[in-house]
């Protein structure tokens, strides 16, 4: 029992992420704020979709290799998915580099649905 809390304990105080794996992380998150709202009108947004209209409640990462499995979740999951999936997959291809692949998951927020 002492040795099972011992080890949560050791589990829990060790950093998720590498420091070079936040760097990747928040270039991410950037990149896909560009995407969606453009940055000072220097750089135009790729759609007319804005990040505040996604309802985006959570982002979780999870490292496989040089691969970087993004999960969004949403309150409108299909403003991002957009009409046969093209949006989506120019999120994927915008957020992908030639090290480093994204793939997106997306799940929709049941925020709303416990009210009921």
Known sequence: M?????????KLLQPKYTKEQIKRINSIKARFQIFFDGIYDEVPAQVSITTWQLGITNFDF???GNLLIMTITLLRP?????KGGTTIDLVSA???TNEHSVEIKIKESKLWNRLK
Do not use: D, P, V
């Open 2 to 10: 002492k040795t099972n809390l011992i080890n949560w304990l050791i």
């Open 78 to 82: 299909g403003l991002l998915i957009g």
């Open 94 to 96: 915008f957020l992908s």
């Open 62 to 64: 999870e490292f496989k």
